[in-house]
């Protein structure tokens, strides 16, 4: 047996014992690794998210269970704090003596704190481990409100960490030496408008100062900068480069570089040959990477020269990066800056959007060096890979940022025509020639096979899109169909199952799963089939509850402690003095959270399952009804007052929502759907930012469809001008039938339209021009739904079967008494995660 | 809330030492879940009708900490009978309670009996 000892369970030093675990001569090997910190390895790279929705525990990347099952020994705690070349051995903090064939060092890297006056004070944090965060958070924790905190350093890793202090209440400032952000990936531009873009999200960004103190008296109080200026802070977070951890190295006389890192070659060896370096500790041809691809890249070829000696490291090492920054994109390859006699930059920006996007090109059109893009990096695999391979560039380079004119044709042309080396996943090196073989050869069939058996897109997830499209044009180029089925239970698509069902007259899923599927179903094709049923035949979620989405099978919107929300309908947001009694006084009965939400009515949280009934019934009582927030339905019909009031008016905006919010409320759809209606061009109902706008004009109303905010805002498309009331009807009859039988489950009308074949004109021969014959039977349809409405929540409380799944306990009447509310602003909320 | 998750640890038929009644089979909605109390546990009792198959599990996710696996939804992947919960649809195997999305957490597992239509679960306290 040859005994391997690896120091550091870093994200390296972990990936190392995987492949090598995964070697066919692993059982030749007695591995075991000694990490300082005090769990096993775990996910640096989205170390943020323990702010957000991580435990630790999830962040791991594997559990103690699986070292063992290795037999690999993990000894967490444990300082290596001595190396013997001669003896061979490591001698860790307890004493205790190795032995060794070969050594692993994998240490990483250590946050670089600058010798700054005052650096040393308490509130002054790293961001490296979960220790550092947890720290933080107990720190920021006892911070009065509106307290502030600073980050020191504008890199890559600052951005994120003041998105971190902004996550943890504070008011987050960025301080950069440098005259702009990210100085070793942007350029000039590409910061200004990174720095509006960061600015609009409330943090404070402050270039070109150097700290000269930090001032305070236990604390850090002040900070004060070397032209003179200062800002008052309460927490500091440093983040202004690493230094290699190569303490070990350096003691026991193995090569280090001038600036830190221990030197190796090609292989990962050190200047001692039973020893290799990999991570952030290595120092490779002159570089340090602080990423951690080429970290597992070196990690696979150290596996490689303990067994068979095939593999070495690549001369240049790739540091293209794709962020996951705050609420923006950014990515940068290649060389982002170059430019000189045989290099030019093309560069688009858009100040209005915030989009930056720079590509580097050989003056004589040959190849692409590199770029950089802000603010939608949606095409960076792209480019990635067209720079990466030096793959021809088209006739006129720029349309590789501005796409060309005349489609929305894929810049890349097809993905087939990579070279099989592209890399298509670097975290974890899988190339575009093992994911297509991988189906070739028959060893996977679909999208999830491929990513177990490659693991592609497991690491950042940044390829996704682009392994999706390789399996799909591999399947088809293998003559293989590829449908957008619905999930393994049923082999259509959703436009498939709404004709299947309505013309089987099938009406329970489970003669859907008979007749047209197998297995049992799943929390994807229930709520497709629930939500054809109901617009087929208007079936409210009473009629089979447990194949609703979870939020539909109890008539409301579960929340983060598993209580539920109230929201009655308040069509076109007009309300009446005595029913905001109503709801004031049943929200004051049951202790219910209130707050008006931005659909124009009033939302009342914290119900418990068992009051939702009791809640109900007091409101329909008064005259409500269900505003159906939980589904995917028809929500609100958002107005603005219109010409009853307003002085620029020109129709009845309020009346007109309101019958258009009463005609079609209870559509269950493909997706939400929202309207609005706007009295004047001033759109004060932002009408063209929903799934149908009506804005009054001279002569009738113009009618938009499409829009949406949300995630990927759009505007609104006008379909038909100047039209009457009945007019308008008919063709939103049309409309909405239309998408409800054509669209994809969970496909706004927006995303619809854009897939739909001819685009907005082909809809309007659909609706208008009634092109293909259907426009009676469309209208026809909906006025059946509109005829067989009946309030769900009604249903529900009249009927005792009905009402008993309101209740947490089959056995006991109890209720739960796990979930804990705390008080917010004189109301309450649910304890915080 | 972590020491919750402590007081769930799978039982199965061979280990169970009480079988507590907790139901009539109708108290149950087909091709569902819902909740039953034992002593502290919060126990989620699913019926698979169209396999006329019973599971329960621990009616507390692991997750985020929260009381709601029996308001998931039930279904099967590659034959497994699953769960998903309801406020972030992390699926679990109501055979071995092992997570399906490839996370590390998973839930503790009961074994279920029907006998004259009544419901029953296995547990090993005391
Ligand atoms: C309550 C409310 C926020 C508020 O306090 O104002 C809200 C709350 C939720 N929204 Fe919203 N949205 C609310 C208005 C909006 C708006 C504004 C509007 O309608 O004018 C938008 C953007 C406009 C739009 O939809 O085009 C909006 C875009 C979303 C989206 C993104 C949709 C998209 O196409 O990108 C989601 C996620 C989804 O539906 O998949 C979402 C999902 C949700 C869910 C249902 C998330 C969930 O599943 O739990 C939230 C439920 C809260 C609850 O427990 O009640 N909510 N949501 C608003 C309720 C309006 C109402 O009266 O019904
Ligand atoms: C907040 C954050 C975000 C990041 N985001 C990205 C990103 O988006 N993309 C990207 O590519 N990279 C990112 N990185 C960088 C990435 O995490 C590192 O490149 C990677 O973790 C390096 O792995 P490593 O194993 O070399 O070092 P580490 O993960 O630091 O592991 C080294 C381990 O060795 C231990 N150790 C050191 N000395 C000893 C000793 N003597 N005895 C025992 N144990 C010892 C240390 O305690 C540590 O646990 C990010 C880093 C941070 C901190
Ligand atoms: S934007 Fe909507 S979904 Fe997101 S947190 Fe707010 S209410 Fe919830
Ligand atoms: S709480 Fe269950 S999946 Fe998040």
């Known amino acids: 047996m040859k005994k391997v000892i690896v120091i550091g369970n870093g994200m390296v030093g972990y990936k190392f014992c995987e492949k090598l675990a995964a070697h066919p001569d692993f059982e030749a090997f007695q591995v075991v690794v000694f990490g300082e910190e005090p769990r096993p390895a775990y996910d640096r790279v989205h170390l943020s998210e323990y702010f957000s929705d991580k435990t630790a525990d999830q962040l791991l990347l594997a559990g103690r269970d699986w070292y063992a099952s290795k037999g690999i020994a993990l000894h967490t705690s444990e300082l290596v704090t001595a190396i013997d070349l001669e003896a061979k051995t490591v001698t860790t903090h307890k004493q205790a003596v190795y032995e060794y064939d070969n050594l692993i060092l994998a240490t990483g890297s250590a946050p670089f704190v600058p010798p700054i006056k005052g650096a040393d004070k308490k509130g002054v944090f790293v961001y490296r481990t979960i220790e550092d965060l947890d720290a933080m958070k107990a720190y920021a924790a006892k911070l009065k409100s509106g307290a502030k905190a600073a980050v020191l350093g504008g890199g890559l890793l600052g951005l994120e960490a003041a998105n971190a202090a902004k996550e943890l209440g504070l008011e987050a400032h960025v301080i950069e030496f440098a005259p702009r952000l990210m100085p070793r990936q942007l350029d000039d531009a590409a910061s200004a408008i990174l720095q509006a873009k960061i600015e609009s999200l409330g943090i404070g960004i402050h270039l070109s100062k150097a700290t000269q103190q930090i001032a305070g008296d236990e604390a850090i109080e002040r900070m004060e900068f070397a032209d003179d200026t200062h800002l008052d802070v309460d927490m500091l977070i440093i983040s202004a480069g690493i230094r290699p951890r190569d303490e070990l190295a350096r003691a026991c006389g193995i090569q280090v570089g001038p600036r830190g890192g221990i030197v190796v070659n090609e292989k990962m060896q050190t200047s001692d040959s039973h020893v290799y370096a990999i991570g952030e500790v290595a120092l490779y041809n002159d570089g340090i990477y602080g990423l951690v691809a080429p970290g597992y890249e070196m990690a696979d070829v150290a596996v490689h020269q303990l067994t068979d000696g095939s593999k070495s490291m690549a001369a240049s090492i790739d540091m293209s990066t794709q962020l996951k920054l705050i609420g923006t994109e950014v990515a940068s390859f290649g060389d982002p800056f170059i430019e000189n006699e045989e290099v030019a930059a093309i560069t688009y920006v858009n100040k209005r959007n915030g989009i930056y996007k720079r590509i580097n090109v050989a003056r004589d059109g040959s190849r692409l060096y590199g770029g950089i893009l802000v603010g939608d990096s949606s095409d960076y695999n792209s480019l990635f890979q067209i720079y990466y391979n030096a793959m021809k560039l088209p006739l006129n380079p720029e349309d590789l940022i501005l796409g060309s004119r005349g489609g929305d044709s894929n810049i890349l042309g097809s993905v087939l025509d990579l070279p099989d080396t592209a890399q298509i996943c670097s975290c974890e090196s899988v190339s575009k020639g093992s994911i297509c073989k991988s189906i070739e050869e028959g060893t996977c069939s679909d999208l999830k096979d491929v990513i177990k058996c490659t693991k592609a897109t497991t690491g950042c997830g940044g390829c996704k899109p682009m392994v999706v499209d390789l399996v799909n044009e591999t399947l088809k180029a293998l003559g293989k169909e590829v449908k957008d089925t619905v999930c393994e239970h049923f082999k259509y698509n959703r436009q498939e199952l709404y004709d299947l069902i309505k013309i089987k007259l099938i009406k329970t899923f489970e003669e859907a799963l008979a007749r047209l599927g197998s297995g049992c179903g799943c929390e994807i094709c229930k709520p497709v089939i629930a939500s054809i049923f109901s617009s087929v035949y208007m079936d409210t979620a009473n009629k089979q509850p447990v194949i609703q989405d979870s939020n539909d099978r109890f008539l409301a919107n579960i929340q983060r402690n598993g209580t539920y929300s109230v929201v009655p309908r308040v069509a076109g947001g007009e309300i009446s003095p005595e029913k905001l009694i109503v709801l004031g006084e049943v929200a004051k009965k049951y202790n219910l959270y209130t707050k008006i939400t931005g659909g124009q009515r009033i939302d009342l949280f914290g119900a418990r399952l068992h009051e939702l009934p009791l809640i109900w019934k007091e409101l329909i009582d008064a005259g409500f009804e269900s505003g159906h927030a939980y589904g995917k339905s028809l929500r609100t019909v958002k107005s603005c007052v219109g010409s009853t009031w307003c002085r620029y008016g020109m129709h009845e905006s309020v009346s007109f929502a309101i019958e258009i919010e009463n005609r079609y409320r209870g559509l269950r759809s493909p997706h939400k759907l929202k309207g609005g209606v706007s009295g004047c061009i001033r759109e004060c109902a932002e009408a063209r930012g929903k799934d149908f706008g009506l804005i009054a004009v001279d002569g009738g109303w113009n009618l938009y469809v499409c829009g949406n905010g949300g995630a990927t805002p759009k505007h609104a498309i006008l379909l038909a001008e100047q039209l009457d009331d009945a007019t308008c009807i008919k063709y939103l009859d049309r409309f909405l039938m239309f998408y409800i039988r054509t669209s994809g489950p969970l496909v706004r009308t927006a995303p619809w339209l854009e897939k739909l074949d001819g685009g907005i004109e082909y809809l309007k021969q659909v609706v208008i021009e009634d092109s293909l014959g259907i426009a009676e039977e469309l209208e026809t349809e909906m006025q059946g739904l509109v005829n067989k409405y009946e309030c769900e929540w009604k249903q529900a409380i009249e009927d005792p079967k009905l009402a008993s799944r309101f209740k947490h306990f089959v056995n006991s009447d109890d209720v739960d008494d796990t979930v804990e509310f705390v008080s917010l602003r004189d109301q309450k909320m649910p304890r915080p995660w | ?126």
């Open chain 2, 1 to 126: 809330m972590e020491e919750l998750l402590n007081n769930y640890t799978s039982v199965f038929p061979d280990t169970a030492t009480s079988w507590v009644r907790v139901g009539h089979t109708s108290d149950f909605p087909e091709n569902g879940g819902a909740c039953v109390k034992h002593g502290k546990l919060q126990i989620a009792v699913f019926n698979f009708s169209l396999t006329s198959k019973w599971y329960a599990c621990q009616n507390l996710c692991p997750h985020k900490l929260e009381m709601v696996l029996s308001r998931g939804m039930t279904g099967d992947t590659d034959g497994i009978p699953k769960v998903a919960c309801p406020l972030h649809k992390k699926t679990f195997s109501l055979e071995d309670g092992s997570n399906l999305n490839g996370e590390s957490y998973q839930i503790a597992t009961y074994p279920v009996k029907i006998q004259d239509n009544m419901v029953y679960i296995g547990f090993s306290d005391k």
